[in-house]
């Protein structure tokens, strides 16, 4: 039941088997991250990443601790650079593009609810932020037009969270909750080619969660957004998205889909994680809750 | 102590609020403590001072801000691209400063006595000369229009968007380059905003005292800040319009207190800075001061409420051992 996807040699871009016939959204090939290189302190975070993602897929990630999925999210982002390879974004080149380049048509939502938003300015003020990203430099026209009100107003309204109501209120003074959904439209809202979640339900509650998660689930479908999102939860990585990947030690060392991961349940996704990440798993450092 | 002493300091304190609402921008809007202050009030100055001497005094306006504006970037770019603390970074400007300063100025001081300042021209213009107008209500007319028309234009700024990308900037830089600004270029700009308010009121105070010397730049930090805590101390946590109004109301409230504290002799001249050190203190301190007091009242209270209780628990017992009636826990058992 596992891929072939671990040989550390193999040739990009054939990762895994799975081949799409539309032209990749995200293509990443044989990328490759070493911290501290050259003092005791080394660490290889990514050892050569392949992976491609087609227009409105939705990939989740999974694995350990360590195992290079946010250093994996860096790069693609661009708050890092890599040592070696290729990251191509909607068909460019973006491997060394910065971060608030990149940006336009790639979105992020971090773990904590507080990163995603600044607490200070409105909810209305959050989002005109995130709607006016696309676009090159700032203009000068007022923030808070009428019309773009309406469109923020009615954009919130979609979140159901009654946030349409707090419009003007500082975003500091809503719930983590809220305040996830508030960057998830933020991230979806300038119709973004690549989102990525970084364990973005993983500081909320269960309540929260399952509606945070229900709500990725409608805004990917409804954008139809290439979407890679980490979680720690196995039977998230499961149940959301057509696709997962299991990370292990800088590499992605299994890739499930179609009708091998309906059938996948959280034992078997434990199963295929022992078989190809090797006995290392077996011990506690592992953090995955089942 | 008469009404000159109120004039007096709402005359100074519209001249220096320009200052503060420098000041506001770079410490509250961007959330940096940036130092290049004391040396660009200085640059502002001595610009203006030698242009209005060259007989260029509304030149020697724009060319202070200019040089303000240039500092605030020396600075800006320091923190962004030299990536150094932006403590140090101002730090670092402030000093290089005041050598250009003293190669710009040629002297120590230099009296802009025998110069047409830019009050002049529109004193004759108005008519000062037939004694309906006095040169000082022309000089403050000129402030305080000058200043309204700069908070006017900052305050309808920062509503658009991209004076919205840098508020965003100051509250949370990862979102903000989440949301594809180029926070490095908001806070040179931003810096270099800043600065150039600070660069105009010197440039503005040597043609309004008719002299520029060097050591006016010395603690000018402390004036913008001791003004914007103030402000912020009467009128709170608001809209950016309201933060840049209460800074130019800081601005006159500290001139206030400074020149009550010289009318009433409790203090010479030279206790100045002293004083606006303590001001800033004594204000910054005050919401931590206010929290302590809150949680000590509500300390008090919560141990209150727990003597009660522990009071109603003895009570009980006593009672209980006086008189062996069933508590109510016992009768319940016995249904």
Same mark, same amino acid.
């Given at each position: 039941?596992?891929?072939?996807?671990?040989?550390?040699?193999?040739?990009?871009?054939?990762?895994?088997? &799975?081949? %799409? &016939?539309?032209?990749? =959204? *995200? !293509?990443?090939?044989?990328?490759?991250?070493?911290?501290?290189?050259?003092?005791?302190?080394?660490?290889?975070?990514?050892?050569?990443?392949?992976?491609? #993602?087609?227009?409105?897929?939705?990939?989740?990630?999974?694995? +350990?601790?360590?195992?290079?999925? +946010?250093?994996?999210?860096?790069?693609?982002?661009?708050?890092?650079?890599?040592?070696?390879?290729?990251?191509?974004?909607?068909?460019?080149?973006?491997?060394?593009?910065?971060?608030?380049?990149? +940006?336009?048509?790639? %979105?992020?939502?971090?773990?904590?609810?507080? =990163?995603?938003?600044?607490?200070?300015?409105?909810?209305?003020?959050?989002?005109?932020?995130?709607?006016?990203?696309?676009?090159?430099?700032?203009?000068?026209?007022?923030?808070?037009?009428?019309?773009?009100?309406?469109?923020?107003?009615?954009?919130?309204?979609?979140?159901?969270?009654?946030?349409?109501?707090?419009?003007?209120?500082?975003?500091?003074? *809503?719930?983590?909750?809220?305040?996830?959904?508030?960057?998830?439209?933020?991230?979806?809202?300038?119709?973004?080619?690549?989102?990525?979640?970084?364990?973005?339900?993983?500081?909320?509650?269960?309540?929260?969660?399952?509606?945070?998660?229900?709500?990725? /689930?409608?805004?990917?479908? !409804?954008?139809?957004?290439?979407? *890679?999102?980490?979680?720690?939860?196995?039977? /998230?990585?499961?149940?959301?998205?057509?696709?997962?990947?299991?990370?292990?030690?800088?590499?992605?060392?299994?890739?499930?889909?179609?009708?091998?991961?309906?059938?996948?349940?959280?034992?078997? #996704?434990? !199963?295929?994680?022992?078989?190809?990440?090797? %006995?290392?798993?077996?011990?506690?450092?592992?953090?995955?809750?089942? | 102590?008469?009404?000159?002493?109120?004039?007096?300091?709402?005359?100074?304190?519209?001249?220096?609020?320009?200052?503060?609402?420098?000041?506001?921008?770079?410490?509250?809007?961007?959330?940096?403590?940036?130092?290049?202050?004391?040396?660009?009030?200085?640059?502002?100055?001595?610009?203006?001072?030698?242009?209005?001497?060259?007989?260029?005094?509304?030149?020697?306006?724009?060319?202070?801000?200019?040089?303000?504006?240039?500092?605030?970037?020396v600075s800006g770019l320091l923190i962004t691209k030299a990536r150094i603390n932006p403590l140090l970074a101002g730090i670092i400007t402030m000093t290089g400063l005041y050598s250009v300063n003293i190669y710009v100025l040629g002297a120590p001081?230099?009296?802009?006595?025998?110069?047409?300042?830019?009050?002049?021209?529109?004193?004759?213009?108005?008519?000062?000369?037939?004694?309906?107008?006095?040169?000082?209500?022309?000089?403050?007319?000129?402030?305080?229009?000058?200043?309204?028309?700069?908070?006017?234009?900052?305050?309808?700024?920062?509503?658009?968007?991209?004076?919205?990308?840098?508020?965003?900037?100051?509250?949370?830089?990862?979102?903000?380059?989440?949301?594809?600004?180029?926070?490095?270029?908001?806070?040179?700009?931003?810096?270099?905003?800043?600065?150039?308010?600070?660069?105009?009121?010197?440039?503005?105070?040597?043609?309004?005292?008719?002299?520029?010397?060097?050591?006016?730049?010395?603690?000018?930090?402390?004036?913008?800040?001791?003004?914007?805590?103030?402000?912020?101390?009467?009128?709170?946590?608001?809209?950016?319009?309201?933060?840049?109004?209460?800074?130019?109301?800081?601005?006159?409230?500290?001139?206030?207190?400074?020149?009550?504290?010289?009318?009433?002799?409790?203090?010479?001249?030279?206790?100045?800075?002293?004083?606006?050190?303590?001001?800033?203190?004594?204000?910054?301190?005050?919401?931590?001061?206010?929290?302590?007091?809150?949680?000590?009242?509500?300390?008090?209270?919560?141990?209150?409420?727990?003597?009660?209780?522990?009071?109603?628990?003895?009570?009980?017992?006593?009672?209980?051992?006086?008189?062996?009636?069933?508590?109510?826990?016992?009768?319940?058992?016995?249904?």
């Amino acid at each position: 039941m596992a891929t072939q996807a671990n040989e550390p040699q193999m040739q990009a871009p054939t990762q895994g088997a &799975r081949v %799409s &016939r539309q032209a990749p =959204m *995200l !293509e990443v090939r044989a990328l490759e991250k070493t911290f501290n290189p050259g003092t005791p302190t080394a660490h290889k975070a990514l050892a050569g990443v392949d992976l491609q #993602l087609a227009p409105g897929e939705f990939a989740c990630i999974v694995g +350990s601790n360590g195992a290079g999925k +946010s250093t994996l999210f860096n790069a693609i982002a661009g708050a890092v650079f890599p040592d070696a390879g290729l990251i191509k974004l909607g068909g460019r080149n973006v491997t060394f593009d910065p971060d608030y380049q990149r +940006s336009r048509t790639l %979105s992020r939502v971090f773990q904590d609810p507080l =990163m995603g938003t600044a607490p200070h300015l409105t909810v209305a003020e959050n989002v005109s932020l995130a709607l006016g990203r696309s676009t090159r430099g700032a203009s000068l026209r007022r923030a808070m037009r009428k019309e773009k009100r309406d469109l923020i107003a009615s954009r919130l309204e979609t979140l159901g969270f009654g946030l349409e109501d707090r419009m003007d209120v500082p975003v500091g003074t *809503l719930s983590g909750g809220q305040r996830q959904a508030v960057t998830l439209l933020m991230a979806t809202i300038g119709n973004p080619e690549l989102l990525l979640l970084d364990e973005h339900t993983a500081a909320l509650d269960p309540a929260a969660t399952e509606r945070i998660l229900e709500l990725t /689930d409608r805004i990917v479908a !409804e954008q139809n957004v290439a979407t *890679l999102m980490i979680t720690h939860d196995l039977k /998230d990585a499961l149940a959301h998205g057509d696709r997962t990947l299991v990370m292990h030690d800088g590499r992605i060392v299994a890739d499930v889909w179609g009708p091998e991961r309906d059938a996948m349940d959280v034992d078997g #996704l434990l !199963e295929l994680f022992r078989t190809s990440a090797g %006995s290392e798993l077996a011990d506690d450092k592992v953090l995955l809750k089942a | 102590m008469t009404f000159s002493v109120f004039y007096d300091a709402l005359m100074l304190g519209f001249e220096y609020s320009l200052l503060a609402v420098g000041v506001y921008i770079t410490f509250r809007i961007l959330d940096m403590a940036d130092l290049t202050v004391d040396g660009s009030f200085g640059f502002g100055m001595a610009c203006s001072a030698v242009a209005a001497v060259a007989g260029h005094p509304y030149l020697g306006l724009v060319l202070g801000a200019v040089a303000g504006a240039a500092a605030g970037c020396v600075s800006g770019l320091l923190i962004t691209k030299a990536r150094i603390n932006p403590l140090l970074a101002g730090i670092i400007t402030m000093t290089g400063l005041y050598s250009v300063n003293i190669y710009v100025l040629g002297a120590p001081n230099v009296s802009l006595l025998n110069a047409t300042r830019v009050f002049d021209p529109l004193y004759t213009a108005l008519g000062g000369a037939d004694g309906s107008l006095t040169l000082d209500g022309v000089k403050m007319a000129f402030v305080v229009v000058l200043v309204c028309v700069v908070v006017a234009l900052l305050s309808a700024y920062f509503k658009t968007e991209a004076g919205l990308a840098v508020r965003a900037v100051g509250d949370n830089e990862a979102m903000s380059r989440a949301s594809s600004i180029n926070t490095n270029l908001v806070k040179v700009g931003g810096l270099a905003l800043g600065n150039a308010l600070v660069g105009l009121t010197g440039a503005l105070l040597a043609q309004y005292q008719g002299f520029a010397d060097l050591a006016s730049g010395t603690g000018m930090v402390m004036v913008g800040l001791a003004s914007v805590i103030i402000g912020e101390v009467f009128g709170g946590h608001r809209s950016v319009t309201w933060g840049l109004s209460c800074a130019v109301a800081g601005s006159v409230v500290y001139r206030l207190i400074i020149q009550l504290a010289l009318a009433v002799n409790l203090l010479d001249s030279n206790a100045l800075k002293l004083v606006s050190a303590v001001i800033v203190a004594v204000f910054m301190a005050l919401p931590a001061v206010r929290s302590a007091m809150a949680s000590g009242a509500s300390k008090r209270a919560a141990k209150n409420a727990m003597e009660r209780l522990l009071a109603a628990d003895a009570q009980a017992l006593t009672g209980n051992a006086a008189d062996p009636a069933p508590s109510s826990a016992d009768s319940r058992k016995g249904e």
